[in-house]
């Protein structure tokens, strides 16, 4: 079987949530209209193994999708089990379900602090700063990066460790409040940062490792002009 991405994993839940709208069957009935063992449509749905492109077409026919549909799905979904994907920074929906579903998560910035601990008003300068992100898009920008840190209010949380480099603290975004402001929320949560000192090399890039608990452990790394996903074992060893 093909070890899944967290872009296979992706698939699968497109894939599920098609099925549950378009058809309303369960997977055992749709199993059974497609003539596929019940099985196969758990590990496709759980993107544990890729679909022949004609069990493709059969599955998303059975959604009543037409063929220009099918096209763009292919087209999307091409390299969801490559181990090493670069996305365009738009596409976040793989991101989050990576997030939402890791048991642990360390991540390490260099020039800011992280995203899941950013204030309303920090995000936005942020976004002002770097001038890569068109300014009507950064409000909605800022929205969703605040509705990601429900993760950190979840009983079930996963296990967090941000470390964060004195040269992100030493970056002043907007006024004195908005930093006192995003300061407090460090204070607030000690237990999960940890800050590198300022001396301290610069080895890498920002970035966050995901931890699963019946998945291989992945990289993302987020950039003004892309997402970069790496679940290959030696590449992240590397990193």
């Given at each position: 079987?093909?070890p899944?991405?967290?872009?296979?994993?992706?698939?699968?839940?497109?894939?599920?949530?098609?099925?549950?709208?378009?058809?309303?069957?369960?997977?055992n009935?749709?199993a059974?209209?497609?003539?596929w063992d019940?099985?196969?449509?758990?590990?496709?749905?759980h993107?544990?193994a890729?679909?022949?492109?004609?069990?493709?077409?059969?599955?998303?026919?059975?959604?009543?999708k037409?063929?220009?549909?099918?096209?763009?799905?292919k087209?999307?979904y091409q390299y969801?089990?490559?181990?090493?994907?670069?996305?365009?920074s738009?596409?976040?929906?793989?991101?989050v379900?990576a997030?939402?579903?890791?048991?642990?998560?360390?991540?390490?910035?260099v020039l800011a602090?992280?995203?899941?601990?950013?204030?309303?008003?920090?995000?936005?300068?942020?976004?002002?700063?770097t001038?890569?992100?068109a300014?009507e898009?950064?409000?909605?920008?800022?929205?969703?990066?605040?509705?990601?840190?429900?993760?950190?209010?979840r009983?079930?949380?996963?296990t967090c460790?941000?470390?964060?480099?004195e040269?992100?603290l030493?970056?002043?975004v907007?006024?004195g409040?908005?930093?006192?402001?995003q300061?407090?929320?460090?204070l607030?949560?000690?237990h999960?940062?940890r800050?590198?000192?300022?001396?301290?090399p610069?080895?890498?890039s920002?970035?966050?490792l995901?931890?699963?608990?019946?998945a291989r452990?992945?990289?993302?790394?987020?950039?003004?002009?892309?997402?970069?996903?790496?679940?290959?074992a030696?590449?992240?060893g590397?990193i």
């Open positions: 079987m093909t899944s991405t967290a872009y296979s994993r992706d698939l699968g839940d497109e894939l599920r949530r098609l099925r549950e709208t378009c058809t309303g069957l369960s997977g009935k749709l059974d209209k497609l003539g019940p099985s196969k449509i758990s590990t496709v749905e993107g544990k890729r679909a022949s492109e004609i069990d493709i077409i059969q599955y998303l026919s059975m959604c009543g037409d063929i220009d549909f099918v096209n763009d799905f087209r999307r969801a089990f490559d181990e090493y994907r670069v996305q365009v738009d596409n976040l929906r793989t991101m379900m997030e939402s579903t890791a048991t642990t998560m360390t991540s390490y910035d602090m992280p995203g899941l601990m950013q204030s309303p008003e920090y995000a936005d300068g942020i976004y002002r700063m001038g890569v992100v300014e898009r950064i409000p909605n920008l800022v929205q969703y990066r605040g509705e990601r840190q429900a993760i950190l209010r009983h079930d949380r996963p460790v941000f470390y964060i480099h040269h992100a030493d970056l002043k907007g006024n409040e908005i930093m006192e402001d300061y407090a929320r460090l607030f949560n000690p999960i940062i800050i590198v000192p300022k001396d301290a610069i080895v890498a920002s970035f966050v995901w931890e699963f608990d019946k452990p992945l990289v993302f790394s987020e950039t003004n002009l892309a997402n970069v996903f790496v679940g290959s030696a590449r992240i590397d």
